[in-house]
């Protein structure tokens, strides 16, 4: 095998390193018994693109655009988000029957989706709303907008540059 000089050197340099560390090795954190996950069950039913966390008083949630499925057990609960925006960022409240979903609550018991009175001028602004991520508390949101798109046959936007044509 051939070595030049600078990747000699550097190989040198690296196991005077490796050796050198005079620090003990790290102890095992782990459990002395593993976990194991199962027995796994199949849940049947159209699903989404999002599942939410949750803790285990939860139903599984699979998140699509326009629509949430949910399991009790082994059944499949479905319902429709009209006007619901961005779906990631949801969050589940406290009594772990309503989930916070892009510009509403998800009712699980009414399997209602209603749109937050505060947030009902944003659903017009869905193609600007690049996220929506509600907090743990339920009573605050942030909403990630996007700029406005340029139209051609307006002025151009202060700040916005036409020329450089380069992408």
């Excluded at 049947?44 to 057990?73: I, K, M, N, R, Y």
């Excluded at 949101?141 to 700040?159: E, K, Q």
């Amino acid at each position: 095998m051939l070595f030049s000089r600078g990747s000699l050197l550097l190989l040198v340099i690296m196991l005077a390193c490796a050796n050198g560390n005079s620090e003990p090795p790290m102890k095992n954190t782990q459990p002395s018994t593993a976990t194991t996950l199962g027995p796994f069950t199949i849940l049947h039913g159209d699903a989404g693109d999002e599942l939410p966390p949750g803790d285990g008083v939860v139903p599984v949630l699979a998140l699509s655009p326009g629509e949430a499925t949910w399991w009790v057990g082994d059944t499949a609960t479905k319902t429709t988000l009209v006007d619901a925006g961005n779906i990631k960022g949801a969050r589940w409240l406290a009594d772990g029957k309503h989930l916070r979903v892009g510009f509403g609550t998800l009712d699980l018991d009414a399997r209602t989706f209603a749109v937050e009175p505060s947030l009902r001028s944003f659903v017009k602004e869905t193609s600007r709303i690049k996220g929506i991520a509600w907090f743990a508390d339920g009573n605050r949101v942030a909403l990630l907008i996007g700029p406005p798109g340029l139209r051609t046959d307006r002025p151009i936007l202060h700040g916005y540059d036409r020329t450089n044509t380069s992408s």
